[in-house]
Structure formats: C-alpha cells, structure tokens
C-alpha cells in the first residue's frame, strides 16, 4: 500500500461518493434493469494489466450504478431503511484503513474493548437493564445482522436446556414466536436443527395489532408440555418487518420466565426508537428478557452491517459457540482475563464494526439522535394523515413508530379486486422510478407499506410521493371501473 498513492485515490472516491450523494434523487429510486444485464457490459474475464482508477470510476458510474436500488435516496420507502451517515462512513472507513481481524483479544485489543464500551453505551441509552452490561455476567456484541443474533441466542439457549437434560431430547425442543415474527427465526431452526414441526408460529390478528397474546402463548406451552415436548425458547418481536407489531414483553416474559424458556426479543428496527423515552415504553418488560437484538444499521445512522445483541449470560453464548485450537492459544485468553468475541459469534473472523458506532454517538450525541428518529415518526405521521384524509385508502394498522400501512380500496368491497389493485398500484408507483415502496399481507390483505427512515428525506419528498400514490390511483381506479 503506497500511502501517496492512498491520498489521491481516496480524495477521488470521496469525491465519486459525494457528488453520488449530491446526485442522488436523480437516479430511478427502485433499479429498472432486467435479470442478466451487467453480463451483457462487462468482459467475460479480469483484465490482464491493470485498468485506471477513472476506467473503473466510469464503468460504476454508466454500468453499475444503473443496476444499483438506492437505499440511501430520500425517495426510498421501501421494506425499513439502512442508515447511512458521514460519521457511520468515516468509521466505516478507518475500519477498512485499519484492516484488523479481531477474533480474539490479543488479535487486536482495541476493536474488543471498544465494542463493549459503545454496547456499554448504547445499552445505557436504551435504558436495557444492567444485566445486559459487559460489566457484569452479561454483555454485547455486534453481530452482521439481526438473522446472526436471533441464531446465536436460539443457539446458545438451545445448549443451556440440552446440558441440563441431556442431547438426546433435541427433538423434543419447542420454539414458540408469531406468525409475525421474521423469517430469521425460521432459518435459525434450521441451521440449530430444531425440528420445523416444533417451531410454532403462534397466530395473530388485527384486533391486537398482530402482537403475540399472552394466552396463546400459555395454551400453546400447556399443550406441548401435556404431549411431553420441553419448550425452551420465546422470540417476541417489538417492530414486526410487516407493520411493526409490538408483542407484550412483561407478560410473555413471566410466562417464559415460569416454565424455564429463553426470552429473546428482536427489535431489529424498533430498537432505535427506544433511545427515545416516549419509545422505550415499547420495550417495557425487557427486563423479563435472556436476550435483545437491534439493528444500529437500519435506523441508527450506522452503515451496514452492525446488529447489536445482548446477552445477560454470556457463558451461555461461549459454552455454545468456543473452540479453542492451539493455533490461537496466548496468555491473555488462556488466563481468563478477556473477552474473545470469536466465542460469540459464528464466524471466527471479525471486523473493527464499534469503529462506526462509536463515530456515529460521539459525532451525533444522543439528543441529535432522538431529534433524528422523532423527525422520521413525525414524517411517518404526517404522510398517514395524509392518506387517511383521501377516502378512497384506508389505514391498515394504528402507526406506531415510521412505517404506516394502508390500502387503496376498491369502487366495489370484493378483497380478490383489492388485491390485485393494490398490488398493480405498488407496481406502477415503483416504475415509475421516482419513489420505491414495498408491501406485506395482512390478515389475508394486500398491503402497502410507506416506512420513512432516509436520511436526507423531508417532507417535500412525503408530499410528492403522496402525489405519485394518488395519481396513480386516479388511473387504476378509472381503468377498473370503465
Ligand atoms: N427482524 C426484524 C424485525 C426485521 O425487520 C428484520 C429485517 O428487516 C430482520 C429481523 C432481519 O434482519 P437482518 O437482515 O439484519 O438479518
């Protein structure tokens, strides 16, 4: 690496990033090119001599950046958003200045006892119980995503309860979680061979906001235990992937608590609500739980990928997840002085991810940070008044946080035609490649999904989507009625 040469090359990237970000509204929000096209533009194979940087500049620019859906544009509404920031980039880029693989301690020090500091930290902010912090019996770590973590705590309960009766009873274990809860948990079965038959998905309705009832719950256990299954493990959602169902943690943990089953909580996008205190409420009863999940990419202004899991008996995670080759033996580890985060994860290898989450809370400070998620809720509410103010949509769900799920109706109430007009609508609103949004199914419903969470959208960005949705509208519903 020729530190010179890092100079000129990095201020161009900068600058090919900036004038991206500049340029950004200018692109078609959703990709619009067919299966296949980048083959069609690139050679078949890598170049024999070395290409400029500006031939590599020019080809991102013309072939992929076509291919590119731009998360980071603020006409993206799409699924939930993935932050970016300068301070999540600036980390993000020292990261890979730095290079290091921080599997264990010794491997590099920093990058472990920063990522217990700013999960220290972010746990403090959330309000989490003192359970969660490194400084006692528990602990965070930042894991690639919120898939990784659900996996890791099904992973390390599902040893806890196998230690204690014995290998042999693994196809009896029963995970419980809602209809509504992320598919994670679904691969997380699979991958920790929980039988599928044994992963109930417990159902949900529109007269609770799909969150999980307590007493589904509780028939669901005395069901299992009568027929002599164990249960072992409870994923609760706050911030459900299709209209943010917040399921009740205070109950559903007392009863976890009772019969001896590992709460986790996912709140991989809600999450970073709750550092607000209006929003905490969200995750009251938390303290009933064996572990917490949340994305710091999705809503935090962090840049992918950083999910933050915390654990209240990390022995449970490293019982689970240690190996101890002789490759890596060295003091610091063997005397048990340290925190070898290879233990806590999948992978053994690891990158310096605290870089970016500690940039983004020095860089931003926790007030800046509450301001930036009340702006996106007071967006989000904006647009729903919106829509609940043209009679030809209905709000699907109370909005609780920045996702607001609603519906065109259709001339006559016949559900098959409303779906189908629904689904034409979101359709044509993505092509025309000036806003992109996304759609779930609710209790049988098509439905449209509006999640605000850009970080450069503002309200004229709402106000013209709104218009985007509504003359779209106009069309299909002539098309329908003539
Ligand atoms: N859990 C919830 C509630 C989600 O909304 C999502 C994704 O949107 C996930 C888990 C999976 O996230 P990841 O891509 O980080 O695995």
Redesign the pocket.
Known sequence: MDAEQLREYGHKMVDFIADYYKNIESFPVLSQVQPGYLRELLPESAPPHPDTLQDVLNDVQSKLLPGVTHWQSPNYFA??PSNSSIAGFLGEMLSAGINMVGFSWIASPAATELEMLVLDWLAKALNLPDDFLSTGQGGGVIQG????A?LVALLAARDKVLRRIGKEALGNLVVYCSDQT?S?IQKACQIAGIHSKNCRALKTDSCNDYALSPESLDEAIKQDLTIGLIPFFLCA?V???SSTAVDPLRALGKIAKSNGIWLHV?A??AGSACVCPEFRIYIDGVEEADSFNM?AH?WFLTNFDC?ALWVKDRSAVIHSLSTNPEYLKNNASERNLVVDYKDWQIPLGRRFRSLKLWFVLRLYGLENLQAYIRNHVKLAKYFEDLVAQDSRFEIAVPRKFSLVCFRLLPPQSNEHCANKLNHDLLDAVNSTGKVFISHTVLSDKYTLRFAVGAPLTEERHIVAAWKILQDEATTLLRTVQS
């Open positions: 699924y939930f995503t919120a898939s990784e659900v992320h994670a959602t911030g459900s992937t996912d991989a996008y994305n999705k999910s």
